[in-house]
T-cell receptor, first 116, second 109 residues
Framework: NAGVTQTPKFQVLKTGQSMTLQCAQD?????MSWYRQDPGMGLRLIHY???????DQGEVPNGYNVSRSTTEDFPLRLLSAAPSQTSVYFC???????????????FGPGTRLTVT | KNEVEQSPQNLTAQEGEFITINCSYS?????LHWLQQHPGGGIVSLFM?????KKHGRLIATINIQEKHSSLHITASHPRDSAVYIC???????????WGAGTKLIIKP
């Protein structure tokens, strides 16, 4: 299994540009999530999905869109990049979350995004 | 008041020392996760526990549900253990983890 993969690893955008960060997992996990991590800070949840066709907002959703058309893929779209979105983005997955049973979290390697 | 408090925030120790990192939380949980973030940025899950104690190699995690407290111990610490250790309770009935700020551990040779 490849686990959780993210592309690209690095990206530089100009203010106002849009782009999609890709995330895929091959473990048949229902739960997927996107986090951002700013320097010296903890992870903050952007959006999450509990299954194909179901998404919901996390703590910091503004400026980001997600969709979950398949179990495997959970792309994160930046609509109009701003310097405040400069961060490291992590995608994570697990078999489930919040459903009464608990499962290990698996993280992608991260995407380092700079917006100038 | 934060729902998750980790202590200490920073810890520097000598190789071989016994390390303890503490996590207190204020919400009802279904489980608690301990994760490690390497200096290069990668995040890996160390433990997920809902009661008692778990051991993996030199790492031990304990949880006391009644006292809403968990600890992560590292025995015979080694410089390769240098990382940020994060406590993340899984709130009951919620679809989100509650992330602690992390403990930055440095083990000196």
């Amino acid at each position: 299994n490849a686990g959780v993969t993210q592309t690209p690893k690095f990206q530089v955008l100009k203010t106002g540009q849009s782009m999609t960060l890709q995330c895929a997992q091959d473990m048949n996990h229902e739960y997927m999530s996107w986090y951002r991590q700013d320097p010296g800070m903890g992870l903050r949840l952007i959006h999450y999905s509990v299954g194909a066709g179901i998404t919901d907002q996390g703590e910091v959703p503004n400026g980001y869109n997600v969709s979950r058309s398949t179990t495997e893929d959970f792309p994160l779209r930046l609509l109009s990049a701003a310097p405040s979105q400069t961060s490291v983005y992590f995608c994570a997955s697990s078999y489930n979350l919040g459903g009464g049973n608990s499962y290990e979290q698996y993280f992608g390697p991260g995407t380092r995004l700079t917006v100038t | 008041k934060n729902e998750v408090e980790q202590s200490p925030q920073n810890l520097t120790a000598q190789e071989g020392e016994f390390i303890t990192i503490n996590c207190s939380y204020s919400v009802g949980i279904s489980a608690l996760h301990w994760l490690q973030q390497h200096p290069g940025g990668g995040i890996v899950s160390l433990f997920m526990l809902s009661s008692g104690k778990k051991k993996h190699g030199r790492l031990i995690a304990t949880i006391n549900i009644q006292e809403k407290h968990s600890s992560l111990h590292i025995t015979a610490s080694h410089p390769r253990d240098s990382a940020v250790y994060i406590c993340a309770p899984e709130a009951r009935g919620n679809y989100q983890l509650i992330w602690g700020a992390g403990t930055k551990l440095i083990i000196k040779p």
